[in-house]
């Protein structure tokens, strides 16, 4: 050892370039060991995250297949279009009685419009008398009460219900008070379970309607109660079921090139006019679309999903002080090693950035399992219920964040009382 | 002076009582000194030792190291400090059990910020200087008491600091072992650098340049013998 002092010169002066590269390193290194030298402690706190991210993951997965099929299902158009109604029937219960008083919707006021709006592409009169149900019989089979309403020929071509066997009845079926019907998925299966219903007459009461077509199932989130409806002309509803309580809608699907905002100006102007709306008064009809309608559902939905999200997320906090406890656990383990690391020269920053990395490298693995078992268990949720099956990219993204970040703040009560180790006690810890 | 300490003294309360660990020291060591601090326990060597070793700060009196003091700087500094200037060897060893020997001469380096490379070669290099490269990927768990020491002193050594601070580091280890261990300090003397070593042991202590004694917080003796 002749010249070791000058091996030793030139080993590190000047090569102390002071990257905190290194320690990043070193300390994500370190992070890995321990989790290899603990499989277990570390296996169960991530099971423990793994759990509260697939919670939340699935939740948000099926909230958001939910919020897409309320979408298909209840709002199964075509094209987005107007709704023309006496009143706002979200607006709650102020002054009902008033508004029960508005003039009814004719048709007349469809005709008009489909006449008179250059913007209006086509217009749907829909007659449907509130809590009114009937029975609908085919020789001895009958179905239960459903609800029979009056529809123009165009209903068919603007709400994509699916046409199951025959057709929806025609304009001239219309024009001349035809008795025919179309059936809902439900009633077609009471009455012709067996056979096939098209030609068939059936009876509503006293009157006998030949069906025309059936509708198929709208395999909908409201189960049955959606598929059991039958659609008769509104010309021979008037005849044969007007009632006291027949609310009449109008929709109007707009042409290519047009807004539903002109769509909506139009019809306003003409309906003021022919309901008789005197300049300044307010009006005595309501106009909505299916894209305010959309909205509402979407808000709705929305809300219930925060809830559950929140909800959800309380298994991540028990997760989060899993973590807490088992990183107390661990620096109080390696009391010694944070001294011996600080004698050598880590900084306190240094020693509160490790037990950081370990806490996040920990949450971010079980964030990851979680992500995957929650699109697993999404998966399942939305197979058993027909749902539409997606995970949101933003929520994985979220998903790894918010599990690293439990991992963050619940590391960092122990990694602050880790870096705040004196070390001249800490090397003499057993 | 490589190290110069003027009227130092470091005061615990406990309690009522102020117990004075170091009661006013003045020292001078100078390069490539090669010193046993000896002393029965409670003299108050470990507490200067500490406050030499900049794990500790002196309540009273100055510190100066290599010209500029530090006696009163934060953690961070002193952290820097027991990094560049400082090479601990303690009687327990103190080595990560979950790191290889090379991991662990590595360690000061990582604190340094030396890139991955470049910290390996200068590892395996202070490693071969202690003899132990062929130990490099043993963990201490499978290494002699003797081997551990070894490369604890490498880890000392790798920072090239300007003095290799040592407690009792032949206190675990028998007597034999002890001696080849003193071999390697001396070699570590010979080669320049600066040694303080503290110990109980008389025969330890006979392979230094100076012995200070210590009593009751004070300098008792203060004596060339080689």
Redesign the interface.
Known sequence: ?T???S???R???G?????????W??NFRQAI??LR?HKMRSGLLIVGVAIGVTTVLAIVTVMSGLDKRVQQDILSVNKPYLIVSRFDPFAGTKDKRDLMRRKKLTSSDAEAIEDRCPTVDRVDLQVNAEGMMSVLRYGNERTNLIQVMGASHNFGYMFSFSIEKGRFFTKFEQDHKARVIVLGYGPAKDLFPHRGPIGKMIKIGTHRYKVVGTMGSRENIMGSISDNYAIIPYTIYEKDRSSKRDDYQIAITIRDGFTLEKGIEETTALLRKRRGVKPGEENNFYITTSETFKEMLGNITKYIGLVLVVISSIGLMVGGIGVMNIMLISVTERT??V????????????ILQQFLIEAVVLTGIGGIMGIILGMFAARGVAMLIHFPYSVPIIWIIIAFVFSSSIGLIFGLYPANKAAGMD??VA?RAE | MLITVKGLKKIYDVGSQRIEAVAGVDLEIGKNEYVSIMGPSGSGKSTLMNILGCLDTPTEGKYYLNGSEVSNLDDDRLAYIRNREIGFVFQTFNLLPRANSLQNVELPLVYAGVSAGKRKRIAMEVLDLVGLVDRAMHRPSELSGGQRQRVAIARALVNNPSIILADEPTGNLDSKTGEELMAVFNKIHESGNTIIMVTHEENVARHSMRILRLRDGKIESDKIIN
């Open positions: 050892m010249n070791g002092k091996d030793l010169k080993l590190s002066r090569d102390t370039e002071n990257s905190g590269g290194a320690i390193h070193e060991n321990i030298s010694r090693e001294g011996i690391r600080m004698a050598v020269g880590a900084k306190k920053k240094d070390p001249i090397l």
